[in-house]
């Protein structure tokens, strides 16, 4: 069964999900002429179960399925209105998961690597 929160994100914002009751992750695929991308919108995991690595197995689902779906390039945003702490420690999973910065403009930071 669906939560309503994956209702909304499938039907307002046209975006996948993948949530338990601790974490969920949302993501949408972009095409750009030979540019297959899985984009990652959110991620959260519940403050009670950071630290065992539930972001790692979220990214890995992911990127299975952009993989199914041949997708060539994996890309995650960090907006600059979130806290400045929040900002940091998505900046250093993402480094942890072997992605660089390739964007950045007024309102957010980009990371991506190819698949």
Known sequence: ???????????????????????????????????HCVK???????EEVRGNKKW???????????KQKECNLLSAQISKTSPIQIQNRTKHLCDLYNMKQTYENETVFIYSRSL
């Open 40 to 46: 990652i919108q959110d991620l959260y995991v519940n």
């Open 56 to 66: 790692l197995d979220l990214m890995n689902k992911v990127e299975e399925i952009a």
């Open 1 to 35: 069964m669906s939560s309503l929160y994956s209702k909304y994100c499938k039907e307002v914002m046209n975006l996948s999900i993948i949530e338990d009751e601790n974490s969920f992750i949302t993501f949408h695929f972009i095409k750009a002429g030979n540019i």
